[in-house]
T-cell receptor, first 117, second 114 residues
Framework: GAVVSQHPSWVICKSGTSVKIECRSL??????MFWYRQFPKQSLMLMAT?????????EQGVEKDKFLINHASLTLSTLTVTSAHPEDSSFYIC?????????????FGQGTRLTVV | AQSVSQHNHHVILSEAASLELGCNYS??????LFWYVQYPGQHLQLLLK??????LVKGIKGFEAEFIKSKFSFNLRKPSVQWSDTAEYFC????????????FGAGTRLFVKA
């Protein structure tokens, strides 16, 4: 099946610094990528949707200036958490979808655990 | 608004008991339905999916789910659970009317007693 890879798997950073998380579709071209965050013992909450070559669409309540998303190619999207603070500590998960048909599945990466100290 | 509702937040069963986890959705248009499992400390794994066709879908590890369009439901079932099924289960839905954003339910935490 299709593989989506995230890097890094985990990262610890100091408060006030920025962290970049990469999401790659390894064996298919992803027309759309989605970014989620998951707090401990909670569900996945959609943060934003990005289509290759265009600006990301953010869900209500998600700060676009804080969570910068770039989808520069059909196989790579990046999420940059700017000026990270401890409350941004979470599990960030991306998914990638190929094609535009109704029955196209999205594949999920393994997630990135961010800890801000 | 599009939403996914999972009825049970916590379920405790003994081994060999039967399992049914409820999932209802509120969506317009053509829907795709999924169940994912997340074992402790691990990432999401797809259990099964429904796009079209036979509303009874069989997935991995002996799980199945039934899509009942009239009830907007997609309940997950397993006839006999094992201790290794202890995990969190998420129902998820996307739709052509929602830009195929996959929306997740709150999750059901299943604990199977050995």
């Amino acid at each position: 099946g299709a593989v989506v890879s995230q890097h890094p798997s985990w990262v610890i950073c100091k408060s006030g610094t920025s962290v970049k998380i990469e999401c790659r579709s390894l064996d298919f071209q992803a027309t759309t990528m989605f970014w989620y965050r998951q707090f401990p013992k909670q569900s996945l909450m959609l943060m934003a949707t990005s289509n290759e070559g265009s600006k990301a669409t953010y869900e209500q309540g998600v700060e676009k200036d804080k969570f910068l998303i770039n989808h520069a190619s059909l196989t790579l999207s990046t999420l940059t958490v700017t000026s990270a603070h401890p409350e941004d500590s979470s599990f960030y998960i991306c998914s990638a979808r190929a094609g535009w048909g109704d029955n196209t599945e999205a594949f999920f990466g393994q997630g990135t655990r961010l800890t801000v100290v | 608004a599009q939403s996914v509702s999972q009825h049970n937040h916590h379920v405790i069963l003994s081994e060999a008991a039967s399992l049914e986890l409820g999932c209802n959705y509120s969506y317009g248009g053509t829907v795709n339905l999924f169940w994912y499992v997340q074992y402790p400390g691990q990432h999401l794994q797809l259990l099964l999916k429904y796009f079209s066709g036979d509303p009874l879908v069989k997935g991995i590890k002996g799980f199945e789910a039934e899509f009942i369009k009239s009830k907007f439901s997609f309940n997950l079932r397993k006839p006999s659970v094992q201790w290794s099924d202890t995990a969190e289960y998420f129902c998820a839905v996307n739709s052509n009317t929602g830009g195929f954003k996959t929306i997740f339910g709150a999750g059901t935490r299943l604990f199977v007693k050995a």
